[in-house]
């Protein structure tokens, strides 16, 4: 009996130790990185630059995958449906993790339990713009011109459950007027209605919005943030404004499939990590309109934690519900 005992110790010992090797010898192939937002919007470039980065780091390719649709929500359900192994990461945001959960009268995944946080990236602020053929050239205007017009004017917003879906929803309620969504599939793809005058207004990712609002092809009224963005310290909150407490941003963090193995995990965030304090990945970021964050697992599990009861009361009181 002990005979068998000690052989079927030494037999676990073996194959816990051959599993660590396996792990802390990872990636030993291509990593693939889902976004759930067109190319060229916040974390498609931050997951590129962080993916040139790994290249660097490892010799292994990192493919970042656009995955479009349900406000990101389709890229976060492959990647917690993939196998826990560290090949199949996402770049998740808010609007998932965060939003969907009381938006959606169902979800085919859980995002608190099918995802593993390895750490939150960055966060950003939206900007309320306007097309200048737009008559109003103030949020003060814009309320009244949609207070004389009721349902007339619209907003374009990068998906159902996104912050600037979100936001839009919150201005409403709080300014007391009626416009009317426009959903895109990311900000990008809203952009050259916008630009073009076919909607109304937006809260647009500051990545977006700004280069068209420098350059006059569009009018910046304020951020969606609590404080002002140091990239664009001239335009003030929605708060001082007169909308007190409105805060309204996209976050994202890059997130495994549930029961990816904990050296892994602790594998990704300390390179990823590593990467976001080199210097011209700070000023890359920062050039954006985008402050990183960089925390550990806990404290991202924290965050959502924190926020998802939070938003779960505004969500409620605006009545936003999605039937699937």
């Known amino acids: 009996m002990r005979a068998k005992l000690g052989l079927a110790t030494a037999l676990a010992a073996l ?16 990593i693939h990185v889902l976004v759930g937002f067109t190319p060229g919007t916040g974390p498609d470039i931050v997951s590129r630059l962080i993916g040139e980065k790994l290249n660097a780091l490892w010799g292994k390719p990192i493919v970042v ?13 492959r990647t917690a449906r993939a ?24 979800m085919s995944f859980d995002p608190a339990k099918d995802l ?25 205007e814009l309320v009244a011109l949609a207070g004389a017009e009721p349902g007339r004017l619209t907003y374009a917003h990068a998906g159902i459950g996104t912050s600037q879906h979100l936001g839009a929803e919150l201005f409403k309620a709080i300014a007391h007027i009626d416009i009317q969504p426009v959903a895109y599939r990311g ?20 990545v977006n ?14 951020v ?40 892994i995990v602790a594998k990704l965030h300390d390179a990823t990590v590593k990467i976001l304090g080199e210097p011209d990945v700070r000023q890359k ?34 009545g936003i519900r999605i039937s699937e």
């Open 224 to 263: 969606s943030s609590r404080k002002r963005s140091a990239v664009a310290p001239d335009l003030p909150t929605m708060a001082e404004l007169g909308f007190p407490g409105f805060e309204a941003v996209p976050w994202f963090g890059l997130m495994a499939p549930a029961g990816t193995p904990p050296l």
């Open 65 to 77: 995958e656009s995955v479009t649709g349900a406000g990101g929500n389709i890229a976060c359900e």
């Open 116 to 140: 593993a946080p390895i750490t939150q990236v960055f966060v950003s602020a939206n900007v309320l713009v306007v097309p200048p053929q737009l008559p109003a050239k103030s949020v003060t």
């Open 187 to 206: 900000t990008t793809a809203l952009m050259p209605d916008l630009l073009a005058g076919r909607v109304s207004m937006a809260f647009a990712n500051i």
């Open 285 to 318: 970021l920062s050039d954006l309109g985008l402050d990183i964050i960089a925390n550990t697992p806990a404290e991202f599990s924290a965050a959502i934690a924190d926020e998802t009861p939070r938003w779960a009361k505004v969500i409620k009181a605006a």
């Open 15 to 30: 194959l816990f130790a051959t599993l660590a090797g396996a792990q802390t010898d990872y990636p030993q192939q291509a």
């Open 83 to 106: 196998a826990p192994d560290g090949y199949t990461l996402v770049m998740c945001g808010n609007g998932t993790l965060v939003f969907s959960p009381s938006l959606y009268d169902k």
């Open 209 to 222: 919005a700004l280069p068209p609002a420098r350059e006059g092809t569009l009018r910046a009224f304020a």
